[in-house]
């Protein structure tokens, strides 16, 4: 469960992001070039988030990012287009520009108490929509993750 997240009115919003072209950055200028890329895209996501979401970095190339209390759907997709800007910026390295793409999947949900595998699995749905659809994209989830209803507290 993620609770308290968004209370009655507001929308909590789960992203799923996946680096474009984040292999051959890693297989052509080394490990280190990697490094830098991922340290440098995760700074730029924390920076362009509000106080109180959450960036995380779920392994390889892809991040997780929590919206909570949002006033509309709306916000949860400004902010993922600005996430999808922010990774597409270039990377100094040795010199260079390194530059990667991302896509984006965004779930919704309203009020308190919804389960967390449910909204990865919409968010994943969605980016996997934005990935078909090319590169640099964002998309929402087709429908909005139902509150778990009936759940003792605690327990």
């Known amino acids: 469960m993620i609770p308290a997240a968004a209370g009655p009115g507001e929308v909590l919003a789960v992203l799923l ?3 474009d072209g984040f292999k051959p950055v890693n297989d052509t200028h ?12 995760a700074r730029r996501f924390a920076a362009a ?6 960036v995380a970095r779920l392994g390889g190339d892809e991040f997780g990012v929590v919206l909570a209390a949002l006033g509309s759907p709306v916000q949860a997709d400004e902010i993922a287009a600005r ?13 260079r520009d390194l530059r990667v793409g991302a896509g984006a999947g965004i779930a919704l949900a309203r009020g308190p108490g ?12 969605a980016l996997c929509e934005a990935k ?3 590169r640099n ?9 139902p509150e778990r209803r009936g759940l003792s507290s605690g327990r």
């Open 17 to 19: 992001l996946d680096l």
């Open 83 to 95: 996430l999808v800007a922010r990774a597409a910026e270039p990377v100094p390295s040795d010199g």
């Open 132 to 134: 078909a659809a090319g």
């Open 49 to 54: 988030v509000r106080p109180g979401d959450t």
């Open 30 to 41: 080394g490990h280190a070039a990697g490094d830098l890329m991922l340290t440098a895209v």
């Open 137 to 145: 994209r964002a998309r929402r989830a087709r429908t909005t993750v």
């Open 114 to 125: 919804h389960p967390p595998d449910r909204l990865l699995e919409s968010a994943d749905d």
